[in-house]
């Protein structure tokens, strides 16, 4: 291996971000959001040039240690091997780490429509021809991405702020949490590192004066979390997450998304998830929390 040069970054304190995903998902607002945060942004980077262009980034210093490079199907040069990618730089001794965006077909094909263009790959076919290619394409880049941002349920300015609050560099170095609420009846978040199930507490929408109010309004909180078994769930669950913190930030795993969910995600999931994060912070690891389904009832 050669020398490294005066001013450069070793290989492995490289922060380096790969970011790939359906065409549709959110690629450019993820892009535009590193860059608030401090990375040095590489979009529409041939596959075949990711690993020189970590070897210059290695080599450039402190100005570009953190890198991130945008790889999507519009390159000609795509080899559909970005696992093996990914490989080939941990071999180099690079960390790097793999940034899914996703959504679900209908909401990738309004977003398509709006705009008024053709899917890259969708050729003479229909829309739903192209988005089912890139998928194809795409499976094995899904399935060893560390962090996946599903952005079906999320405006720009939310995928956004979620980004920034995943790679702005922390005043201490770990593993960073969101707790996510979530109803059952909207869907299960695909983006969830952990999946809760907390519709064994009793539901305060069948209580008339809690109906209207939300899980981060006292009265709601101090319900839930009165219930019987409810504060031990939280104690338990989150002793469990802290229990995997060292493993996975040995493994590189920087952001996790832990999902509570409830009926309608309005009251119990999101006063368990309020309540997790603040024994996650009490415990030194940087949580906040996300309220998918809130507004939605």
């Given amino acids: 291996m050669a020398a490294v040069q005066a001013g450069a970054t070793d290989r492995g304190e490289l922060d380096l971000v790969i970011v790939t995903g359906i065409s549709g998902g959110g690629r450019s607002t993820v892009a535009r959001a590193l860059e608030n945060v401090g990375y040095y942004v590489i979009d529409n980077l041939p596959e075949s040039l990711v690993g020189q262009a970590a070897e210059l980034a290695a080599a450039g210093g402190e100005e570009v240690r953190r890198t991130a490079m945008v790889l999507d199907v519009r390159s000609r040069a795509f080899m559909t091997d970005l696992v093996g990618v990914i490989e080939d730089l941990r071999k180099g001794g690079f960390k ?60 720009e ?27 059952f009846k909207y869907g299960i978040p695909r983006d969830a590192d952990y999946v809760a199930d907390v519709r064994f507490l009793p539901n305060p929408y069948w209580v008339p004066t809690l109906r209207e109010h939300t899980g981060t309004d006292q009265d709601v909180s101090d319900y839930v979390l009165g219930q019987d078994g409810a504060e031990e769930f939280v104690a338990a669950y989150a002793s469990l997450l802290l229990g995997t913190t060292q493993g996975f930030e040995r493994e590189g795993k920087r952001y996790m998304t832990i999902a509570i969910g409830c009926t ?34």
């Fill in 157 to 183: 300015n939310q995928l956004r702020s979620r980004v920034e609050e995943a790679f702005l560099a922390p005043s201490t170095p770990g593993l960073q949490f969101t707790c996510m609420s979530f109803g």
């Fill in 264 to 297: 309608g995600g309005k009251h119990r999931s999101v006063a368990i998830a309020e309540s997790l994060a603040k024994r996650l912070n009490a415990a030194g690891f940087p949580a906040n929390t996300h309220h998918r389904d809130r507004g939605n009832e």
């Fill in 96 to 155: 790097p780490h793999l940034v899914f965006v996703d959504a679900d077909d209908d909401i990738i094909i309004r977003r398509f429509e709006k705009v008024r263009r053709a899917h890259p790959l969708q050729g003479d076919g229909m829309l739903a021809d192209g988005i089912a290619a890139e998928r194809r394409i795409l499976e094995p880049a899904r399935g060893s991405a560390d962090t996946l941002f599903d952005t079906t349920h999320l405006n």
